[in-house]
């Protein structure tokens, strides 16, 4: 404990918080773009997953495929995976970009679900109402199934955000220069683990527990408008 | 002329065979009750007729074209002319009973929006809803509802107005008020297909009524025979039986 | 490009991935069970303790369900050494994820526990049931329908997870196919197979609750979502 206390000066440098503050942006980010990406790729997977046209079958097989695939494999073996075919295909060598495209593949597939039973939480009725009008697939996609569904797809998206701040800890494995791998930089440095993993822990909560807090209020917020 | 023609049309839910050889004719102005018991085919014949259930087989016609049920532009033609109002009013949750009413015929009909707002506001004055035009469908009682729901099917302009159980869900007390806007539209002479278990609101307004059973039609007849001297015993049985409820 | 995919040679590793699946089960299956124990205390002290044991619980959740599981097992696998606890690997990663089980399942319990109505309990106390039956015939079954759905997916969420322990020197299918990939260097071909065994497992582990969900609990689980 003495150690510890000794430690923190120096542990708390301008360089070291610098060099956390960046690491602690490269993990936003990587949630941030992932998430963007999955919610607008996730909304149109499922968007023709509810499709009827016989034409669009294969699409929606592929669609199928696709969620289950990447919602059965562990985050640590995809990134793997791609990390390896990056280096065959030789497209690119950067690891945040391939860190990035692993996490838009995998939140696409898992906000692509989200979405999707939100959009089949709504009642059949609705959509009845819409044909007998003459509203077409898309346009009752608009006027009226998202305008009611948001409300059920955001608290579980929330929930997902934070899964995946806390996923992004896996890109320290390809050597991608975020939290995760800021501490152990640090650790090896000499410094305690203690104090490495106990502060980026703190940075973690401190990213995550206001989308929770967020999510949380949000959810009851619009449980009690429904009722 | 027959403005509906429907010739031994069958339809199927899934595996269930909802609709059995139906021969039914129409005629511009007449109001043609549907009766029978629950299951026996009724409402999925008014889905039929808008195309929320495709026939298997069979031909219907609306004023003599013959309907591809399969053809996109086929199907926009007869819901341009045949409006439904369903028994869960299924109003849209997420708008006002205002913008209910005006949006299917501003966006999809793409009439002029003043002109649109104009007769939704004449039709809901009609239907006694002119104070709630800005409610939201939660926090109208349902025979509101309803109404909202019937001003919404006749802002489409139809030629033919299809009314699925609309009192059925509906306290006593809010009944009557539903009926009496109904009647003023069989008033005025509106094509009318209408499921109901309002016995002496189907004697009243009906030109012509029909019971069904088991997805077959039974028997069709003018209303004072149906209820007074059926030729079929199956319609006879549920008639008595209906009326000994009362 | 010009890399050609050749599964022979990683094939032959076939059983040891195998094997490597069952160490991930295993430990998938006892921090399961190990954070539904746990789960269940906290739940209960949520739902009857005081104000301050609920604060506790209510951190405690707050917690490990704000920062990364990996992270909460390298504290434990490096920081307690300095407080003279030595974990071997295996041991450190059942303890983490046990402890970050408990959060997520306390919270999927609790909300079981609300779920049950007052006016079932009243109906059966005026079929007087006894304390146990109404238990056994009211508020068991009903709990299970309602808790297992969440119950088994956080299983399958839990049987993903079990890949960190790779980091750590565990030696399951990502720590075996590790192993592999440093011998023969046939990454693609290795993780693709290893990522194949997940999803094959996992498979057969949604099944199998689908089955029992329905069977004994009447609870809806979809094999393919």
């Known amino acids: 404990m003495e150690r510890l206390i000794e430690e923190i000066p120096n542990f708390f440098t301008i360089w070291n918080v610098i060099f956390l503050a960046k690491a602690m942006g490269v993990t936003f980010l990587l949630t941030a773009i992932g998430c963007l990406v999955g919610f607008s790729v996730g909304g149109?997977?499922?968007?023709?997953?509810?499709?009827?046209?016989?034409?669009?079958?294969?699409?929606r097989i592929f669609i199928i495929i696709y969620t289950e695939i990447f919602r059965r494999v562990p985050f640590l073996v995809s990134l793997l995976l791609f990390f390896y075919v990056f280096q065959i295909i030789k497209i690119s060598?950067?690891?945040?970009?391939?860190?990035?495209?692993?996490?838009?593949?995998?939140?696409?597939?898992?906000?692509?679900?989200?979405?999707?039973?939100?959009?089949?939480?709504?009642?059949?009725?609705?959509?009845d109402a819409a044909a007998a009008m003459n509203f077409s697939y898309y346009q009752t996609l608009r006027e009226i199934i998202f305008p009611q569904a948001w409300k059920v797809i955001l608290p579980p998206a929330f929930g997902f955000f934070i899964m995946f701040i806390k996923d992004t800890a896996l890109a320290s494995q390809i050597g991608v220069m975020e939290l995760t791998f800021a501490a152990k930089i640090l650790n090896n440095k000499g410094f305690s683990p203690l104090l490495s993993f106990g502060t980026i822990l703190i940075l973690y909560f401190i990213l995550s527990f206001p989308l929770d807090r967020f999510g949380k209020f949000m959810e009851k917020k619009l449980a009690s408008n429904r009722n | 002329m027959h403005q509906i023609e429907i010739k031994s049309a069958n339809a199927f839910y899934e595996k269930l065979h909802v609709l059995k050889n139906i021969d039914l004719n129409v005629d511009k102005g007449e109001i043609v009750s549907l009766i029978g018991?629950?299951?026996?085919?009724?409402?999925?014949?008014?889905?039929?007729?808008?195309?929320?259930?495709?026939?298997?087989?069979?031909?219907?016609?609306?004023?003599?074209?013959?309907?591809?049920?399969?053809?996109?532009?086929?199907?926009?033609?007869?819901?341009?002319?045949?409006?439904?109002?369903?028994?869960?009013?299924?109003?849209?949750?997420?708008?006002?009973?205002?913008?209910?009413?005006?949006?299917?015929?501003?966006?999809?009909?793409?009439?002029?929006?003043?002109?649109?707002?104009?007769?939704?506001?004449?039709?809901?004055?009609?239907?006694?809803?002119?104070?709630?035009?800005k409610s939201y469908p939660d926090e109208l009682s349902g025979g509101q509802q309803q109404r909202v729901a019937i001003a919404r099917a006749l802002c489409l302009n139809p030629q033919i107005l299809l009314l699925d159980e609309i009192t059925s869900a509906l306290d006593p007390e809010l009944v009557k008020e539903v009926l009496d806007t109904i009647r003023l539209l069989a008033s005025e002479g509106m094509t009318m297909l209408i499921v109901s278990h309002e016995m002496n609101f189907v004697k009243e307004v009906s030109s012509r009524v029909v019971f069904?059973?088991?997805?077959?039609?039974?028997?069709?007849?003018?209303?004072?025979?149906?209820?007074?001297?059926?030729?079929?015993?199956?319609?006879?049985?549920?008639?008595?039986?209906?009326l000994k409820e009362k | 490009m010009g890399y050609t995919l050749v599964y022979t040679q990683v094939l032959e590793f076939?059983?040891?991935?195998?094997?490597?699946?069952?160490?991930?089960?295993?430990?998938?299956?006892?921090?399961?069970?190990?954070?539904?124990?746990?789960?269940?205390?906290?739940?209960?002290?949520?739902?009857?303790?005081?104000?301050?044991?609920?604060?506790?619980?209510?951190?405690?959740?707050?917690?490990?369900?704000?920062?990364?599981?990996?992270?909460?097992?390298?504290?434990?696998?490096?920081?307690?050494?300095?407080?003279?606890?030595?974990?071997?690997?295996?041991?450190?990663?059942?303890?983490?994820?046990?402890?970050?089980?408990?959060?997520?399942?306390?919270?999927?319990?609790?909300?079981?526990?609300?779920?049950?109505?007052?006016?079932?309990?009243?109906?059966?106390?005026?079929?007087?049931?006894?304390?146990?039956?109404?238990?056994?015939?009211?508020?068991?079954?009903?709990?299970?329908?309602?808790?297992?759905?969440?119950?088994?997916?956080?299983?399958?969420i839990m049987t993903l997870g079990t890949?960190?322990?790779?980091?750590?020197?565990?030696?399951?299918?990502?720590?075996?196919?590790?192993?592999?990939?440093?011998?023969?260097?046939?990454?693609?071909?290795?993780?693709?197979?290893?990522?194949?065994?997940?999803?094959?497992?996992?498979?057969?582990?949604?099944?199998?609750?689908?089955?029992?969900?329905?069977?004994?609990?009447?609870?809806?689980?979809?094999?393919?979502?």
């Open chain 2, 37 to 133: 018991p629950s299951g026996s085919g009724k409402s999925s014949l008014l889905k039929m007729l808008v195309g929320l259930l495709i026939p298997k087989s069979g031909k219907i016609f609306l004023n003599k074209t013959l309907i591809n049920f399969h053809n996109q532009s086929d199907l926009r033609n007869i819901r341009e002319q045949i409006a439904i109002v369903f028994q869960q009013y299924n109003l849209f949750q997420n708008m006002n009973v205002l913008k209910n009413v005006c949006i299917a015929p501003t966006k999809i009909q793409k009439r002029n929006p003043k002109e649109v707002n104009e007769q939704a506001l004449y039709l809901l004055e009609k239907v006694g809803l002119q104070d709630k035009l």
């Open chain 3, 14 to 156: 076939l059983p040891y991935l195998i094997k490597g699946a069952w160490i991930s089960l295993q430990i998938a299956i006892l921090a399961f069970f190990g954070g539904m124990f746990f789960g269940l205390i906290l739940a209960t002290i949520r739902t009857f303790g005081n104000k301050v044991s609920n604060k506790i619980v209510i951190c405690y959740v707050t917690f490990f369900t704000n920062t990364p599981q990996l992270v909460q097992i390298y504290f434990l696998f490096f920081a307690l050494p300095e407080f003279g606890i030595l974990l071997s690997p295996y041991i450190a990663v059942l303890l983490g994820m046990t402890l970050n089980a408990a959060a997520y399942l306390c919270e999927i319990q609790r909300a079981g526990f609300l779920s049950i109505r007052q006016n079932e309990l009243d109906a059966a106390k005026t079929l007087n049931f006894s304390l146990v039956q109404q238990v056994k015939y009211v508020i068991l079954p009903h709990i299970m329908r309602v808790l297992f759905p969440p119950l088994s997916n956080h299983y399958i």
């Open chain 1, 44 to 59: 149109l997977l499922a968007i023709f997953r509810k499709t009827k046209s016989i034409y669009l079958l294969p699409i």
């Open chain 1, 93 to 127: 060598d950067n690891l945040f970009l391939i860190a990035t495209i692993t996490v838009c593949i995998i939140a696409t597939a898992y906000i692509g679900e989200i979405i999707r039973s939100g959009i089949e939480s709504i009642n059949q009725t609705q959509w």
């Open chain 3, 163 to 225: 890949s960190m322990a790779a980091i750590f020197g565990v030696e399951e299918l990502t720590g075996r196919a590790f192993n592999i990939n440093s011998e023969t260097f046939r990454s693609v071909e290795i993780f693709s197979l290893t990522a194949l065994i997940y999803i094959v497992i996992t498979f057969i582990a949604t099944f199998l609750l689908a089955v029992i969900g329905r069977y004994f609990f009447k609870a809806k689980i979809r094999i393919i979502q």
């Open chain 2, 212 to 242: 069904m059973d088991d997805g077959s039609i039974i028997e069709i007849n003018s209303p004072k025979n149906i209820f007074e001297k059926p030729s079929e015993k199956r319609t006879l049985d549920f008639v008595g039986k209906i």
